[in-house]
């Protein structure tokens, strides 16, 4: 094929992932594994059911191809932490009598490969790089970005918390990636379109079919990416635009105020969500005059996250905090940078426990914005009753 | 060296400011470091004690002096705590300079005022010697500064330096109830002792850094006198940790307080949300 695509059947597909291992390449893609293996897990019901075997989906290093789960779930978490890890290392410290020796971490890593992930997934870490690199380089995060390929996965849409159409994402986009696998029948085309993703065809052309007709190929797929399309839009259209500077000059409205009556500030949204990048750094002691410093996740729905040591906290309740979570990826990351701190994946609004539905919040904040009388009409407070007589005895 | 990794610094010298604030001063061990290490007033640094962490302040010495650095600091927090331990000898790690400086090269010609309260003197006493460092491009200079009590006056050498020379106003207040029997200054919060100042505010910028209270209250005193918003400064001293607009900490509305500023006029103040 001379346009870039080339058909690979589901069996090469998992020969290719089985002879980058063999050639001692990291393979990271979507794998089932055991939702109780965890402690916490082994006190929900359904792991304590008999003959109850949950699996989740995570992305995970390969040990063997076999484990290559195509099956376009979602993974619990994002490919985040293969990129900003939960923690790393920054530097190492070691004391020797009244001088200290400062040991360097490694900037450069193995090229490695992703296989099969989520178009939102990839598409995160390209909103990421802006932050990482608008100033001082993260030289952590972008040997990370140089050292992986990553192939994507067109995705069917899971569910509908799914949005991704309505932040200028796409189920079957590469952003942020270096290609893309399509399904079809009996296996998938792939379409390399960086540098990277040509380097990766160009390797294993033994596994790959140039010979299918173009034409068959590219309509089958056509037919599943204008489905999948319409399914996500179907799920929230928004006006971006508007959103963000409805954001920007209505930070005091009572809608932007109250939208986190529901949220206790757990933060899970934070960890499972793709573009949230807010580090902490700490210093861990790993023994007398030795120890690493690291940065670690954190969460701006932390009181603790902007508390200063003299008790002063600019943002000192939940509302405040959960504005400027709203703030930060629909009003403030989009004016700096152009691009939204957010690829509509829904794992917030899934993982929450408490029901802070994304999609709802957005909606309300787009008609907030796109047509403010009906906004005000849906906010207008019904008459209050008449107070009570007060009872007297 | 990756953008989080520190430079080592010795702690050359160890000054009590009050019971229970100090300040150190530090030279890189690395003598290109030492050599080549510039930095403009108003910036800051990430200083960290290794096994306690990182901590922001800004840089209390003026660019005027090279060789060293100093940070001023009260023991509130861990990391504080920790660099209240540290003696002459010891190593410290530093990061920086970041952010954004004092405008100090526009303001020649003019009258510079500074108003500062409490451990808020630390960044504008920095500006203050950057300013008597060049002394004659400036106008007159004049300097209100309070504190709770006497105790809690920090700089207190160099608070009698400045009231010894010719070429500099200088007014000490301290909250009513804070004052000692020999104590001579004013006795009252700054910003009244501000508006009784009355510094002339035609061709003169203010420097004010204190607590929220003290920067709340001196705003519409400084208004009242002239002073207009663009020629009124201040540094934000948000929580930070990575100091290079990554972290995500220090963000009010759509300012990156560690890229965009620590340092803001009034009028770019009052455009922020009230979140700092």
């Given at each position: 094929?001379?346009?870039?695509?080339?058909?690979?059947?589901?069996?090469?597909?998992?020969?290719?992932?089985?002879?980058l291992l063999?050639a001692g390449t990291e393979v990271i893609a979507?794998?089932?594994?055991?939702?109780?293996?965890?402690?916490?897990?082994?006190?929900?019901?359904?792991?304590?059911?008999?003959?109850?075997?949950?699996?989740?989906?995570?992305?995970r290093a390969l040990t063997?191809?076999?484990?290559?789960?195509?099956?376009?779930?979602?993974?619990?978490?994002?490919?985040?932490?293969y990129?900003?890890?939960?923690?790393?290392?920054?530097?190492?410290?070691?004391?020797?009598?009244?001088?200290?020796?400062?040991?360097?971490?490694?900037?450069?890593f193995a090229p490695r490969v992703v296989?099969?992930?989520?178009?939102?997934?990839?598409?995160?870490?390209?909103?990421?790089?802006?932050?990482?690199?608008?100033?001082?380089?993260?030289?952590?995060?972008?040997?990370?970005?140089?050292a992986t390929?990553?192939?994507?996965?067109?995705?069917?849409?899971?569910?509908?918390?799914?949005?991704?159409?309505?932040?200028?994402?796409?189920?079957?986009?590469?952003?942020?990636?270096?290609?893309?696998?399509?399904?079809?029948?009996?296996?998938?085309?792939?379409?390399?379109?960086?540098?990277?993703?040509?380097?990766?065809?160009?390797?294993?052309?033994?596994?790959?079919?140039?010979?299918?007709?173009?034409?068959?190929?590219?309509?089958?797929?056509?037919?599943?990416?204008?489905?999948?399309?319409?399914?996500?839009?179907?799920?929230?259209?928004?006006?971006?635009?508007?959103?963000?500077?409805?954001?920007?000059?209505?930070?005091?409205?009572?809608?932007?105020?109250?939208?986190?009556?529901?949220?206790?500030?757990?933060?899970?949204?934070?960890?499972?969500?793709?573009?949230?990048?807010?580090?902490?750094?700490?210093?861990?002691?790993?023994?007398?005059?030795?120890?690493?410093?690291?940065?670690?996740?954190?969460?701006?729905?932390?009181?603790?996250?902007?508390?200063?040591?003299?008790?002063?906290?600019?943002?000192?309740?939940?509302?405040?905090?959960?504005?400027?979570?709203?703030?930060?990826?629909?009003?403030?990351?989009?004016?700096?940078?152009?691009?939204?701190?957010?690829?509509?994946?829904?794992?917030?609004?899934?993982?929450?426990?408490?029901?802070?539905?994304?999609?709802?919040?957005?909606?309300?904040?787009?008609?907030?914005?796109?047509?403010?009388?009906?906004?005000?009409?849906?906010?207008?407070?019904?008459?209050?009753?008449?107070?009570?007589?007060?009872?007297?005895? | 060296?990756?953008?989080?990794?520190?430079?080592?610094?010795?702690?050359?010298?160890?000054?009590?400011?009050?019971?229970?604030?100090?300040?150190?001063?530090?030279?890189?061990?690395?003598?290109?470091?030492?050599?080549?290490?510039?930095?403009?007033?108003?910036?800051?640094?990430?200083?960290?004690?290794?096994?306690?962490?990182?901590?922001?302040?800004?840089?209390?010495?003026?660019?005027?002096?090279?060789?060293?650095?100093?940070?001023?600091?009260?023991?509130?927090?861990?990391?504080?705590?920790?660099?209240?331990?540290?003696?002459?000898?010891?190593?410290?790690?530093?990061?920086?300079?970041?952010?954004?400086?004092?405008?100090?090269?526009?303001?020649?010609?003019?009258?510079?005022?500074?108003?500062?309260?409490?451990?808020?003197?630390?960044?504008?006493?920095?500006?203050?010697?950057?300013?008597?460092?060049?002394?004659?491009?400036?106008?007159?200079?004049?300097?209100?500064?309070?504190?709770?009590?006497?105790?809690?006056?920090?700089?207190?050498?160099?608070?009698?330096?400045?009231?010894?020379?010719?070429?500099?106003?200088?007014?000490?207040?301290?909250?009513?109830?804070?004052?000692?029997?020999?104590?001579?200054?004013?006795?009252?919060?700054?910003?009244?002792?501000?508006?009784?100042?009355?510094?002339?505010?035609?061709?003169?910028?203010?420097?004010?850094?204190?607590?929220?209270?003290?920067?709340?209250?001196?705003?519409?005193?400084?208004?009242?006198?002239?002073?207009?918003?663009?020629?009124?400064?201040?540094?934000?001293?948000?929580?930070?940790?990575?100091?290079?607009?990554?972290?995500?900490?220090?963000?009010?509305?759509?300012?990156?307080?560690?890229?965009?500023?620590?340092?803001?006029?009034?009028?770019?103040?009052?455009?922020?949300?009230?979140?700092?």
């Amino acid at each position: 094929m001379s346009d870039g695509r080339f058909f690979i059947s589901e069996s090469d597909l998992r020969a290719l992932a089985a002879d980058l291992l063999g050639a001692g390449t990291e393979v990271i893609a979507p794998v089932a594994v055991d939702a109780c293996a965890s402690p916490a897990a082994m006190a929900s019901s359904a792991c304590m059911r008999p003959g109850m075997e949950p699996e989740d989906l995570e992305y995970r290093a390969l040990t063997d191809a076999s484990q290559l789960d195509l099956g376009r779930g979602l993974p619990i978490l994002s490919l985040k932490g293969y990129f900003l890890p939960e923690h790393e290392a920054l530097c190492r410290w070691k004391q020797k009598g009244t001088t200290i020796e400062i040991e360097a971490v490694p900037t450069e890593f193995a090229p490695r490969v992703v296989l099969a992930a989520k178009p939102c997934d990839s598409a995160a870490l390209a909103v990421v790089d802006e932050v990482m690199n608008w100033d001082y380089q993260d030289e952590l995060w972008n040997g990370r970005r140089a050292a992986t390929t990553i192939i994507n996965l067109a995705c069917p849409v899971i569910d509908e918390s799914c949005f991704c159409t309505a932040v200028g994402a796409a189920p079957d986009a590469t952003t942020g990636a270096d290609g893309l696998l399509m399904p079809v029948k009996d296996g998938y085309v792939l379409e390399a379109t960086t540098e990277k993703g040509r380097a990766l065809v160009e390797a294993h052309k033994a596994r790959l079919v140039g010979s299918v007709p173009a034409e068959t190929l590219g309509r089958q797929a056509a037919d599943e990416r204008s489905a999948a399309s319409a399914r996500v839009a179907g799920n929230l259209e928004i006006d971006a635009g508007s959103v963000r500077d409805w954001i920007d000059t209505h930070f005091e409205d009572p809608l932007l105020a109250s939208l986190a009556i529901r949220c206790n500030g757990c933060g899970a949204c934070s960890s499972v969500c793709p573009t949230c990048h807010c580090f902490d750094i700490v210093d861990e002691e790993e023994g007398v005059g030795r120890g690493t410093r690291r940065r670690c996740w954190d969460t701006c729905q932390s009181p603790t996250f902007t508390l200063h040591a003299s008790g002063h906290n600019p943002r000192d309740d939940q509302n405040a905090r959960y504005r400027q979570r709203i703030n930060h990826k629909f009003a403030i990351y989009p004016l700096r940078f152009g691009e939204v701190l957010c690829t509509g994946c829904g794992r917030c609004t899934r993982v929450c426990h408490a029901g802070q539905d994304l999609v709802e919040i957005l909606q309300a904040i787009d008609i907030a914005a796109r047509r403010p009388d009906e906004a005000e009409a849906a906010a207008a407070p019904e008459p209050a009753p008449a107070a009570p007589e007060p009872v007297t005895s | 060296m990756n953008i989080y990794q520190p430079q080592l610094a010795t702690v050359t010298e160890v000054i009590d400011e009050t019971s229970d604030t100090r300040t150190l001063r530090l030279e890189f061990q690395d003598e290109a470091v030492r050599e080549s290490f510039t930095f403009k007033a108003g910036q800051f640094g990430e200083y960290s004690v290794f096994g306690a962490g990182e901590s922001t302040f800004c840089i209390a010495s003026p660019p005027t002096r090279a060789g060293f650095i100093e940070c001023s600091f009260k023991a509130v927090g861990k990391v504080t705590a920790a660099l209240r331990e540290v003696n002459v000898g010891d190593i410290v790690g530093f990061r920086g300079p970041y952010g954004n400086s004092f405008p100090v090269d526009d303001w020649k010609g003019k009258d510079i005022v500074f108003v500062a309260g409490g451990i808020g003197l630390a960044p504008v006493r920095c500006v203050i010697w950057n300013v008597l460092d060049r002394r004659d491009e400036f106008g007159d200079v004049t300097i209100v500064y309070g504190a709770r009590s006497v105790e809690d006056l920090v700089y207190k050498r160099e608070l009698e330096e400045w009231a010894s020379r010719d070429d500099v106003r200088i007014v000490t207040t301290v909250d009513p109830g804070g004052e000692t029997k020999d104590w001579t200054g004013e006795v009252g919060y700054v910003t009244p002792v501000v508006e009784k100042t009355a510094p002339a505010a035609a061709n003169a910028v203010a420097v004010l850094c204190g607590p929220p209270i003290v920067v709340k209250l001196t705003l519409p005193v400084l208004d009242k006198l002239g002073f207009a918003d663009e020629a009124i400064f201040t540094t934000l001293e948000n929580r930070m940790k990575c100091g290079l607009g990554k972290c995500g900490r220090c963000n009010i509305g759509p300012v990156y307080v560690c890229k965009d500023g620590p340092v803001f006029t009034a009028a770019q103040l009052k455009e922020l949300p009230a979140e700092f």
